[in-house]
C-alpha cells in the first residue's frame, strides 16, 4: 500500500515530464475555441453562394454522358463503375451534368456534351463569383497538396485574392465546383485543430483517431488519476482541513539539535513546516512542502506520527526510529520537535537574529 | 530557479485548484481518451449501413431529366438519387424539395412500413429478424435533432441499440444511431461543459473552467522545475 502510494506520487511526476506541455497546449487551445468568436475563424463570411436561379434545359441527354463514361471506363479497363448520384445544376449560365460514380466524380455540359475542365478565365470567373470581396485575384495556380486535402481531381487549383485576410479560393476543375475558401482565420482553426489532435501530418483532412494522440491521451488520463489518489490521500491526511482533532490550543516548542528549548510558537493551521515558518523563515525547503528535498526534516521528541511514503523513501530507517520526519508532511500539532543539523541551527539564528 | 517561498506558493496553488477543478480535469481527460480511442466512422453507424449496395441503374431511368424539367420549369436544382426501390429525382422548387419517382415522375407515395423495411433490408448487412419500425410524425427524437418529419424509425433491436432513420417522403437513409454514439454524444457534452444544447463551445462556465485548467497546467508544469531536486545529505 504505502509503495503504491508514494509510486502515485512519482508517477504523477515522471507523466508530467511526458504530457504536461500537451495540458498546457490542450488547455490554451480549448480556451482559444472557446472564447474567439467563430466567425473570426471561418472563410465563409466572405463566400456567396451563386444565386439559385431556374434550371436550364440541357441538350444532351443523361443516358448519352452516361454511356460515353461507361465507353471510357471500359477502354481504361477500369472495373465495374457504379453510379451513385446525379445531379443537373447551372455553372456560368450553362447547364452541367455532375455523376458521383464509384471512379470519382464527373462533369460536363449539358449544352455540348463535352466534360467540364475549366479554363483559367472561367475559373476566375466562378471565384469571382464565389467572393464577395473587390480586390483582385491571382492567376490560377495549380495546388496538389490542396487536392488531396480536398480529395480533388488532378486539376484542383488555389486563386488568391489580394485582401488583408488573405483569401484563398479552391476551386476543382474537373467538377466545376468550389471546394472550400481559406484565409488567415480558417487557417489558424486549422493549427489550433491540429494542435488539439495532435495531428501534425494531416494528409487526408485532419483526424483524432491515430495512435500519438490515443497514446497521450492515455498517459494524460493516467496523470489525471495519480493526482486525483496523491489528492485523495492529501484529504484523508488533514491536509486540507483537519477534521476531528482540534489544534487551536497550545503552543509547539522548537529545540534545538541538543534539545535546548529555542522558541515557543503559537499553532496554526496547516502543516508543520509551514506552523514553523509561520511569520518568517526558520526552516529552509527546496520543494515548498512536496516531500521529496528532504530539508525539512525535525525530530519529534514525543510521539512521533506514523511516516509516509514520502519519507519511507526519503530518510533512513535508523532516522525513522529517532523520530526523525519531514515537518511537511505532518499537521502542526502541540508539542516538541528538534532541528536535526548545525546547518538547520544556524538557519534558524539567522532567521530570528 | 524558484525561491523556496514561490515553489511553496505554487506547491499550494496547485493544491486547491486541483481540488476545486479535480472532477472536471478527469473527465476532460476520459471524455477526451473516448472520443480518440473510438473510431470515428464507427461511431457515425458505417458498419450499421453498405451504400456501395445503393446505386443507380441508367437502364432503370425510364423518365429522364429533361421531361422532369419541362414539367417544373421552375426547379432551381435537380438530382437523381438511387434509393432500395429504384431511382429517384429530387427536385429544389423556390426551397422546397419535391420527390418523383424515376419510373413514372410521379411524386412520391408516403413511404409504407413494408417498404421502410425493404429498404432497411437492402441498406443493412446484417439480419433484420428482430428489427421493428415506427413510423415519426410528431417530434424528432432528440438523438437525430433537426431532421426532417415524417420519418420511419428502424430499431434492430441488437445489443447497442442501433437504430436506422429512413426519410418517409423520399426513401433515403436519414442517419443512424447506436449506443457508442449516444454515449460519444454524453462525452461531448460533458467535454464542452453545454448541458443543454450540447453544441455551444462558447459558454461562459467551460471558459471559467479551462482558464482555471490553464493555471492548473502551468502551475503543474512549474512545478516540475523543482520536482526532481533533491537537497543536500546532512548528517541528523
Same mark, same amino acid.
Given at each position: 500500500?504505502?509503495?503504491g ?39 465563409? =463570411?466572405?463566400? =456567396? ?10 441538350a ?21 463503375m ?8 447551372t ?24 466534360? +467540364? ?17 473587390? =480586390? ?46 481559406e ?10 485543430f ?37 489528492l485523495?490521500r492529501?484529504? +484523508?491526511?488533514?491536509?486540507? +482541513? ?22 515557543s ?35 519529534? +521528541? ?52 | ?5 514561490q ?8 493544491k ?16 477526451? @481518451? ?48 438511387p ?89 433515403e ?11 460519444f ?23 471559467g ?12 508544469? @512549474?512545478?516540475l ?12
Amino acid at each position: 500500500m504505502r509503495i503504491g502510494m508514494i509510486n502515485a506520487r512519482s508517477l504523477h511526476r515522471i507523466l508530467g515530464l511526458i504530457v504536461g506541455a500537451q495540458l498546457i497546449i490542450w488547455t490554451l487551445t480549448g480556451l482559444a475555441f472557446n472564447l474567439i468568436d467563430d466567425r473570426q475563424l471561418d472563410a465563409n =463570411t466572405m463566400r =456567396t453562394k451563386p444565386d439559385s436561379t431556374t434550371l436550364i434545359k440541357p441538350a444532351v441527354a443523361l443516358t448519352q454522358i452516361v454511356s460515353e463514361i461507361t465507353d471510357q471506363q471500359k477502354n481504361n479497363a477500369i472495373e465495374q463503375m457504379n453510379l451513385k448520384r446525379v445531379e443537373l445544376a447551372t455553372l456560368l449560365e450553362r447547364p452541367i451534368y455532375r455523376l458521383k460514380t464509384s471512379n470519382g466524380t464527373f462533369a460536363f455540359w449539358g449544352d455540348t456534351g463535352e466534360a +467540364v475542365n475549366l479554363d483559367n478565365e472561367q475559373l476566375i470567373r466562378l471565384a469571382r463569383q464565389s467572393y464577395q470581396g473587390e =480586390t483582385s485575384l491571382s492567376e490560377p495556380i495549380l495546388d496538389k497538396a490542396a487536392a488531396q486535402r480536398y480529395g480533388g481531381s488532378p486539376a484542383f487549383y488555389r486563386i488568391d485574392a489580394l485582401d488583408e485576410q488573405g483569401t484563398q479560393i479552391f476551386i476543382d476543375g474537373l467538377s466545376g465546383q468550389v471546394k472550400a475558401h481559406e484565409n488567415q482565420g480558417s487557417r489558424f482553426k486549422q493549427l489550433l485543430f491540429m494542435l488539439h489532435f495532435i495531428d501534425y501530418f494531416p494528409d487526408n483532412g485532419l483526424s483524432f483517431n491515430h495512435l500519438a494522440t490515443q497514446l497521450i491521451a492515455f498517459a494524460a488520463l493516467l496523470l489525471g488519476l495519480s493526482g486525483a489518489w496523491v489528492l485523495m490521500r492529501k484529504l +484523508v491526511a488533514g491536509d486540507y +482541513v483537519s477534521w476531528g482533532t482540534s489544534n487551536s490550543e497550545g503552543q509547539l516548542t522548537l529545540l534545538s539539535p541538543d534539545g535546548e528549548p529555542l522558541e515557543s510558537l503559537i499553532l496554526a493551521p496547516g502543516n508543520l513546516l509551514d506552523g514553523l515558518n509561520q511569520d518568517r523563515s526558520r526552516i529552509p525547503s527546496q520543494c515548498g512542502g512536496g516531500g521529496q528535498c528532504g530539508m525539512c526534516r525535525v525530530r519529534f +521528541v514525543e510521539q512521533a506520527p506514523q511516516a509516509t511514503p514520502e519519507e519511507q523513501a526519503r530518510l533512513k530507517q535508523e532516522h525513522l526510529a529517532q523520530g526523525i520526519r519531514l515537518s511537511c508532511q505532518h499537521n502542526c500539532h502541540q508539542g516538541k520537535v528538534a532541528l536535526t543539523s548545525r546547518a538547520q541551527l544556524r538557519f534558524w539564528q539567522k532567521a530570528t537574529r | 530557479m524558484l525561491t523556496p517561498k514561490q515553489s511553496r506558493w505554487l506547491r499550494k496553488s496547485h493544491k486547491w485548484l486541483t481540488l476545486f477543478l479535480g472532477a472536471q480535469l478527469l473527465i476532460w481527460l476520459i471524455s477526451g @481518451l473516448y472520443m480518440v480511442l473510438m473510431d470515428i466512422d464507427y461511431i457515425h453507424g458505417d458498419h450499421l449501413v453498405d451504400e456501395s449496395r445503393l446505386t443507380l441503374d441508367a437502364s432503370q431511368l425510364t423518365i429522364s431529366p429533361e421531361t422532369i424539367l419541362s414539367r417544373y420549369p421552375e426547379a432551381t436544382r435537380l438530382e437523381l438519387l438511387p434509393t432500395a426501390l429504384g431511382p429517384v429525382y429530387k427536385l429544389n422548387l423556390t426551397g422546397k424539395p419535391l420527390y418523383l419517382s424515376g419510373r413514372d415522375g410521379e411524386p412520391l407515395e408516403p413511404l409504407g412500413q413494408q417498404a421502410a423495411m425493404k429498404i432497411a433490408a437492402r441498406l443493412h448487412p446484417g439480419d433484420l429478424s428482430n428489427a421493428s419500425s415506427e413510423l415519426l410524425t410528431e417530434s424528432v427524437p432528440a438523438e437525430i435533432g433537426g431532421r426532417h418529419l415524417p420519418l420511419w424509425q428502424i430499431n434492430l433491436n441488437d445489443a447497442f441499440d442501433s437504430r436506422l432513420y429512413i426519410s418517409a417522403s423520399s426513401g433515403e437513409l436519414v442517419t443512424k444511431r447506436h449506443d457508442f454514439w449516444r454515449l460519444f454524444d454524453i462525452m461531448w457534452m460533458l467535454h464542452i461543459m453545454d448541458y443543454d444544447t450540447r453544441e455551444d463551445v462558447h459558454n461562459p462556465l467551460l471558459t471559467g473552467f479551462s482558464l482555471l485548467a490553464l493555471l492548473t497546467a502551468l502551475s503543474g508544469a @512549474l512545478l516540475l522545475l523543482i520536482a526532481f531536486k533533491r537537497g543536500e545529505e546532512e548528517p541528523a
